[in-house]
């Protein structure tokens, strides 16, 4: 069977950090692309960064550029998300997904919808 399991969420005081973790289990998570998607209460699912197959290339959306970073360990199946400067707009339900691509890829996509494997969500909180 195949699964993602988060971990690492928290509540933290704006300006703080946290690592996300995303275990893949059943799966070669390498031959996969990865995406991190956060879901703030009240407000619809968004995409907030993600990374290619062969960890080529990597996007960011404006909202986190420079204070997060998506890495992976494919020796232990898992990929990291680490937040710096948290804002209390990062406040939500954090996910990761994984879509396989069958060869090396050089692009990834923040579109849920192209994503077949998801993680059941942890929550994130950031106030003061």
């Known amino acids: 069977q195949l699964q993602l399991v988060e971990s690492g969420g928290g509540s933290v005081q704006p300006g703080g950090s946290l690592r996300l973790s995303c275990a893949a289990a059943?799966?070669?998570?390498?031959?996969?692309?990865i995406g991190w998607f956060r879901q703030a209460p009240g407000k619809e699912r968004e995409g907030v960064l993600c990374?290619?197959?062969?960890?080529?290339?990597?996007y960011y959306t404006e909202s986190v550029k420079g204070r997060f970073t998506i890495s992976r360990d494919n020796t232990k199946h898992t990929v990291y998300l680490q937040m710096n400067s948290l804002k209390p707009e990062d406040t939500g339900a954090y996910y990761c997904?994984?879509?396989?691509?069958?060869?090396?890829?050089?692009?990834?996509?923040?579109?849920?919808?192209?994503?077949?494997?998801w993680g059941q969500g942890t929550q994130v909180s950031v106030s003061s």
């Open positions: 997904a994984a879509h396989y691509v069958p060869q090396r890829a050089d692009y990834c996509t923040v579109n849920g919808a192209d994503y077949e494997y």
């Open positions: 059943g799966f070669t998570l390498e031959d996969y692309g």
């Open positions: 990374l290619s197959n062969g960890d080529s290339y990597s």
